[in-house]
């Protein structure tokens, strides 16, 4: 019985596609909150950083020089910060986006999945109804009936008649 036998690979077949959704779906989502915090980080980073500057700007019309210099590093320092936080933030953008590829791909094969379990069930659903019918009835059996009434035939030269036959000769 191969078509059982298809259909239970087919069935585990479509149970992995359903895991592998599952774990693909679990990655995006996780993706979309890194993308989420990395953006939220970068925001309040360059906020920080145009404050600060704007601050110090507004700082009296001579300053110190260690100030100024204290004051620079420390801009310099944010902007730093703030240009690691963009490069996280589109770090984070590009795995989202390539989660959402993969959990497109793992739909798909998840789908082709169901699909080829369907039609291996359908051809099982098939086979036993085919079993079910009464050969004469089908027509296609005659061949088989043709070979049932052969070995009956044979199993009649073993019995009583066979001598009978055989004196015949």
């Known amino acids: 019985m191969g078509e059982g036998r298809r259909l239970k690979i087919a069935k585990r077949q479509l149970m992995l596609a359903q895991i592998a959704r599952r774990e693909a779906r679990l990655a995006l989502a996780n993706a979309i909150a890194e993308e989420e915090r990395s953006e939220q980080i970068y925001e ?17 019309p001579v300053a110190q020089a260690q100030s100024l210099q204290s004051h620079l590093a420390f801009v310099e320092s944010l902007r730093t ?4 936080a963009q490069g ?13 590829r993969a959990l497109a791909a793992a739909e798909t094969k998840m789908s082709a999945h169901e699909t080829r379990g369907d039609g291996e069930r359908r051809a099982l659903d098939s086979l036993r109804s085919r079993r079910e019918i009464a050969p004469e009835l089908t027509g296609a059996s005659a061949k088989a009936s043709e070979v049932h009434m052969a ?3 044979q199993i009649g030269e073993h019995t009583g008649d066979a001598p009978s036959r055989r004196g015949k000769r």
């Open 81 to 84: 910060m703030t240009d690691n």
């Open 44 to 60: 309040r980073s360059r906020d920080l950083l145009q404050e600060y500057a704007r601050r110090v700007g507004q700082s009296g």
């Open 151 to 153: 070995r009956k035939l």
């Open 88 to 100: 996280v933030h589109k770090d984070a953008r590009d795995q989202a986006e390539w989660q959402m």
